[in-house]
DNA sequence: GTTGTGACATCGC
DNA sequence: CGCGATGCCACAA
């Protein structure tokens, strides 16, 4: 199902892979996250934002392009839904390097930080 | 106008 | 760690 509802959904849509898009290899980002990434539109109210985001987030997933990493992006339980293929995801987060307990990933040490402009080549130089 | 649902989040037991 | 209950927003029937 669409979520249509932020002033330009393509737009909000291109944002959120673009984020997904620069989640380093071997970690994830959760659908929370990713909302309180994106800038809320309309400035609507950060509080309702914050409820409803994730939802958003989902549904540009639910769009999202063959050359986005839609399996980096998880719920805030560190699991991937029960989507079809999520199984294969999982495979492949695996050989990223993601170590999964019952299913579940460490946030704690797979959980992608936001992302600094700045902070970029440190991150690639890390790797 | 009311009801149900959705690739979610958070708190509690 | 696992499961359940509640809240949130928008849309379709």
Same mark, same amino acid.
Do not use: H
């Given at each position: +199902? $669409? @979520?249509?509802?932020?002033?330009?959904? $393509?737009?909000?849509? $291109?944002?959120? /892979?673009?984020?997904?898009?620069?989640?380093?290899?071997?970690?994830?980002?959760?659908?929370? #996250?990713? =909302?309180? +990434?994106?800038?809320?539109?309309?400035?609507?109210? @950060?509080? %309702?934002?914050? &409820?409803?985001?994730?939802?958003?987030?989902?549904?540009?997933? &639910? =769009?999202?392009?063959?050359?986005?990493? /839609? #399996?980096?992006?998880?719920?805030?339980?560190?699991?991937? %839904?029960?989507?079809?293929? &999520?199984?294969? $995801?999982?495979?492949?987060?695996?050989?990223?390097?993601?170590? @999964?307990?019952?299913?579940?990933?460490?946030?704690?040490?797979?959980? /992608?930080?936001?992302?600094?402009?700045?902070?970029?080549?440190? #991150?690639?130089?890390? @790797?």
């Amino acid at each position: +199902m $669409q @979520f249509t509802s932020p002033p330009n959904p $393509q737009e909000f849509n $291109q944002r959120v /892979w673009a984020l997904v898009r620069q989640v380093p290899r071997g970690k994830v980002a959760t659908y929370g #996250q990713i =909302a309180l +990434m994106l800038p809320p539109p309309n400035g609507a109210d @950060f509080e %309702s934002y914050k &409820a409803f985001g994730a939802r958003w987030v989902g549904g540009a997933m &639910a =769009a999202c392009p063959d050359d986005v990493p /839609w #399996q980096r992006v998880i719920n805030s339980q560190g699991k991937i %839904s029960e989507r079809p293929g &999520a199984q294969k $995801q999982r495979q492949l987060l695996e050989e990223e390097g993601i170590i @999964f307990m019952k299913d579940k990933v460490d946030l704690k040490k797979y959980g /992608w930080r936001g992302l600094d402009e700045a902070d970029k080549p440190k #991150q690639e130089k890390l @790797f």
